[in-house]
C-alpha cells in the first residue's frame, strides 16, 4: 500500500496570507489526525477527521481548519498566517479512532511563513 | 501541556550498546505509544502498548509500562548508526478528549 503522502512538502508564505495543506492518507484509513511540530512547543494536537467529520480538536485558534472529504482525504487551512505558525505540519492515518491504533505519518508539509 | 515527558532529553551512545529512555506521565491512560524520528521527517510508529499490558516486544525493542508509576520505557538493545533519531512517547489519556498526546522527546545518538 502506498504511505501517508502530503503536498506541497515546502511552502514559504507572507504574514497575514492563507495556507491550504493537503492529505492523502494509507487506502482504507478513516482517520486523518493533524499535528503541528515546533522546535518550541514540540508536537501539537491539531484535530482529527473521521468520516468527514472533526472528532477532536486541540487548543488552537480559529485560524486553524480543516475539512475531510469522502474519499478520505484531508485539508487543512490556516488563515492570516503568523510568524509563530512556521512550523513542520504532520498528518498521520489511521483505521480507526487514531488515539487507540497507531499512526501512520505523511513526511510533513515545511511551512516557513515570512 | 504535554501530557508525556521523556527523560533523557538527549543520550549519546557507541554502536553496539544498549539505550534506555523513560517516558513519564500525568493522568490515567488507554494506551501509550512510543514513536521513531528521524531529522525533519515524519514519525514512524514502533510500539502500542495497553494499560493492561507490561511489557512488550518489537525485535530490539523492548517497552514496559508501570501504571502505578505512570512511566514506561523504551529499551533498544544492540543499537546501530541508524538508530540515531528522535523518540517520542505519545499517550492516549482516559476520558472525554480522545487525541494523543506527545512528549518532548528523547534524541539519540549512536556513534559508529
Known amino acids: 500500500k502506498a504511505g501517508v503522502t502530503q503536498t506541497p512538502r515546502y511552502l514559504i508564505k507572507t504574514r497575514g496570507q492563507q495556507v491550504t495543506l493537503s492529505c492523502s492518507p494509507i487506502?482504507?484509513?478513516?482517520?486523518v489526525s493533524w499535528y503541528q511540530q515546533t522546535p518550541g512547543q514540540g508536537l501539537q494536537f491539531l484535530f482529527e477527521?473521521?468520516?468527514?467529520?472533526?472528532?477532536n480538536k486541540g487548543n488552537f485558534p480559529g485560524r486553524f481548519s480543516g475539512r475531510q472529504f469522502s474519499n478520505s482525504r484531508s485539508e487543512m487551512n490556516v488563515s492570516t498566517l503568523e510568524l509563530g505558525d512556521s512550523a513542520l505540519y504532520l498528518c498521520?492515518?489511521?483505521?480507526?479512532?487514531?488515539?487507540?491504533?497507531?499512526?501512520?505519518f505523511g513526511p510533513g508539509t515545511r511551512l516557513t511563513v515570512t | 501541556s504535554q501530557q508525556g515527558e521523556e527523560d533523557p532529553q538527549a543520550l549519546s551512545i557507541q554502536e553496539g550498546e544498549n539505550a534506555t529512555m523513560n517516558c513519564s506521565y500525568k493522568?490515567?491512560?488507554?494506551?501509550l505509544q512510543w514513536y521513531r524520528q528521524n531529522s525533519g521527517r515524519g514519525l514512524v510508529h514502533l510500539i502500542l502498548?495497553?494499560?493492561?499490558?507490561r511489557e512488550k516486544h518489537s525485535g530490539r525493542l523492548r517497552v514496559t509500562l508501570d501504571t502505578s508509576k505512570k512511566s514506561s520505557s523504551l529499551l533498544i538493545t544492540a543499537s546501530r548508526a541508524a538508530d540515531t533519531a528522535s523518540y517520542f512517547c505519545?499517550?492516549?489519556?482516559?476520558?472525554?478528549?480522545?487525541?494523543?498526546?506527545f512528549g518532548s522527546g528523547t534524541q539519540l545518538t549512536v556513534l559508529p
Open positions: 477527521y473521521f468520516s468527514e467529520t472533526q472528532r
Open positions: 487506502s482504507g484509513h478513516r482517520s
Open positions: 493522568t490515567s491512560i488507554n494506551n
Open positions: 502498548i495497553r494499560s493492561n499490558e
Open positions: 505519545a499517550t492516549d489519556a482516559k476520558g472525554s478528549a480522545r487525541q494523543l498526546t
Open positions: 498521520a492515518s489511521s483505521p480507526q479512532a487514531m488515539s487507540s491504533y497507531e499512526q501512520y
